[in-house]
């Protein structure tokens, strides 16, 4: 059995239950909910139904990333049980939480010389970057070494595709990744953008849509053109959304329609509290496998 443990940030977005079953560890971000801190521990402190309800209703919320010296902290108990580490970090295109991990490392490397550490910018985020864990949890079942593993990552995180849109503007705009005066028109208009995650790691939006539906549609092409063998695509899909189950199934149930080969069903699951302090509520997420990420 490898000796090494596989972990990441709570951004990832998946739930406590699937991040146990796979064995991966994770590290929690931090996030305020008028003016009070908690971490961003998957719904625990706060379920994410009354977070995004509280959000809705016009509470201002922050975040925050992990640590040096939280990083240090979570590291070097791993460290102390004789384990390696892998451990990928939320996109360094949305935070700057990678360098926190990477002096931490550098720090325990001294005090721990015989043991591996590898540092990953997962360029990746939501349950993108949880796509991205269960796959390196497959690939270390199976046997590869760290080392192996480590160099998988990097030639293959830009694989993970990801597509989402948001259907109110004024998370966008207090964030500001939409101007004042282009969100008031939106949503008078009922725009919903169609934004990815591009080579670099960062959130860019790429089609300015009208209506939710129309939106959904384009989402849901979007993994026609980009996914690995086309409709024949059969690996995971997942999706993540926030307090907008109801839209997330709709576009489950048109891609599980469209791909008929994936492995299992499609799979949903909540925004965290740190991605959906930015998006908002009335988010839907769809992650997959396909081309790699060039733009």
Partial sequence: MNNYILSCC??????????????IKYICFHFQIDGED?????????????????????????T????????VEYFEHMLQEGKDILHLTLSSGISGTLNSAIIARDQLQEKYPDRKIFVVDSLAASAGFGLLMNKLADLRDQGLSIEDLYEWTIEHRL?????????????????GRVSKVAGAIGN????????NVDYQGKLIVRAKIRG????????????VELAENGTEYDGDCFISNSDCYEDARKV???????????????????????????????TVALFFWGSKRID
């Fill in 10 to 23: 709570s951004t990832a977005d998946l739930d406590n239950e699937h991040f146990a079953s796979r064995d």
């Fill in 252 to 282: 489950a149930d048109m891609i599980e329609e469209q791909f008929p080969h994936l492995m299992g069903k499609v799979k949903i699951y909540s925004i965290g509290t740190t991605i959906g302090s930015h998006t908002g509520p009335g």
């Fill in 188 to 195: 008078v208009l009922n725009i919903c953008p169609l934004m």
């Fill in 159 to 175: 694989d993970c595709q990801h597509w989402f849109f948001v259907s109110d503007l004024k998370y966008l705009v207090r964030g």
């Fill in 212 to 223: 939710k539906s129309a939106v959904m549609k384009a989402q849901v092409q979007k993994m």
């Fill in 64 to 71: 925050s990333q992990v640590t040096i010296g939280e990083y």
């Fill in 38 to 62: 908690y971490p961003d521990d998957l719904g625990k402190s706060i379920p994410f139904k009354d977070f995004y309800r509280r959000m809705a209703e016009g509470s201002m919320t922050k």
